[in-house]
């Protein structure tokens, strides 16, 4: 969806390098909210902030993952460092807490950690 | 037992068929959202509903909060409606997501 943008798209790395993940969202939207896609998992909330304030982050491994969003476009993802069990597709999605409430992904940041 | 279950996990129809997809849930939920995602691609927003039945163009979603179930059809289907079908619940004022499993839909011309 044109409104979240996620970069990279794809991303190959070596166990042990660090891996930021992008999202630039459009202004308007006041939830955005990180997943993982596995093919054994399906989809899991990692993390998510409202008004760029993080609310919930319990889904994420603490000791290599950290999440943050420095300002109202920009939300990061970083793995540092990063291990072949992360490999997965990251989702952002943004919604519009007190709004219409719809959410919107970005097309994924597909991670292979080797 | 997983909140939201759907049902099936995997669908092969011919092109033309009426396609259903369901999706049960078993807690208090604000909304429920119908996601797509072709392969390899992804994630579009179908529908969210939290009462009775919208439609865009070949595609309905109904929904029945008493029974906490919905349903999602697809008539006149296409082999462009391959893709994965995603059922999520948001719940209170969280507004976050809990996600089925997917029904993967193969739709043979």
Request: aromatic share 8%; proline share 5%.
């Amino acid at each position: 969806d044109a409104r979240v943008t996620q970069t990279p798209r794809h991303k190959v790395t070596e166990m042990g390098q660090e891996v930021t993940m992008r999202c630039q969202p459009i202004l308007g939207h006041n939830t955005v909210f990180w997943y993982r896609q596995t093919m054994m998992q399906g989809l899991e909330l990692l993390a998510y902030f409202r008004n760029r304030a993080p609310l919930d982050d319990s889904g994420m491994p603490k000791d290599r993952f950290s999440a943050e969003m420095p300002d109202a476009t920009l939300a990061t993802l970083k793995i540092q460092p990063s291990e072949p069990r992360d490999s997965a597709v990251y989702f952002c999605a943004i919604t519009n807490a007190g709004g219409a409430n719809e959410a919107f992904f970005g097309q994924g940041t597909r991670l292979t950690v080797v | 037992k997983n909140e939201v279950e759907q049902s099936p996990q995997n669908l092969t129809a011919q092109e033309g068929e009426f396609i259903t997809i369901n999706c049960s849930y078993s807690v208090g939920i604000s909304a429920l959202h119908w996601l797509q995602q072709h392969p390899g691609g992804g994630i579009v927003s179908l529908f969210m509903l939290s009462s009775g039945k919208k439609k865009h163009g070949r595609l309905i979603a109904t929904i029945n909060i008493q029974e906490k179930h919905s349903s999602l059809h697809i008539t006149a289907s296409h082999p462009r409606d391959s893709a994965v079908y995603i059922c999520a619940l948001s719940r209170g004022s969280n507004y976050k997501l809990t996600f089925g499993k997917g029904t993967l839909l193969t739709v043979n011309p």
